[in-house]
């Protein structure tokens, strides 16, 4: 089992920045590619951004490359996501979730690819 505590959220005018962290505890850590997700009211959730086990690998939506980028630190057991340049389109619900991995070079943007979820955090983006 893995607990994830998601964390940062907040209201932020258009153009400004957050950072989202996103705290595991239980089973090993740095056996899991973790991803963020975002659902705004009345749509689906979708993927933003994913990074594999080691942190090697990272992959972003089109919405959000070049002004997200994600990280984790394993020795800390958290993943993180600085936000920059947020639009009033960024506002939602974000989580962070957690993919068993055996391959330590993988992300993944399927979200029924992921077996632990956080209660996410709120994201309100002004204009």
């Known amino acids: 089992q893995v607990q994830l505590v998601e964390s940062g959220g907040g209201l932020v005018q258009a153009g400004g920045s957050l950072r989202l962290s996103c705290a595991a505890s239980?089973?090993?850590?740095?056996?899991?590619?973790m991803g963020w997700f975002r659902q705004a009211p009345g749509q689906e959730r979708e993927f933003v951004a994913g990074?594999?086990?080691?942190?090697?690998?990272?992959g972003y939506a089109d919405s959000v490359k070049g002004r997200f980028s994600i990280s984790r630190d394993n020795a800390k057991n958290s993943v993180y996501l600085q936000m920059n340049s947020l639009k009033p389109e960024d506002t939602a619900a974000y989580y962070c979730?957690?993919?068993?991995?055996?391959?330590?070079?993988?992300?993944?943007?399927?979200?029924?690819?992921?077996?632990?979820w956080g209660q996410g955090t709120q994201v309100t983006v002004s204009s």
């Open positions: 979730a957690a993919a068993y991995s055996p391959s330590g070079s993988r992300y993944y943007t399927l979200g029924n690819t992921y077996d632990y």
């Open positions: 239980g089973r090993t850590f740095s056996a899991y590619a």
């Open positions: 990074i594999s086990r080691s942190g090697g690998t990272t």
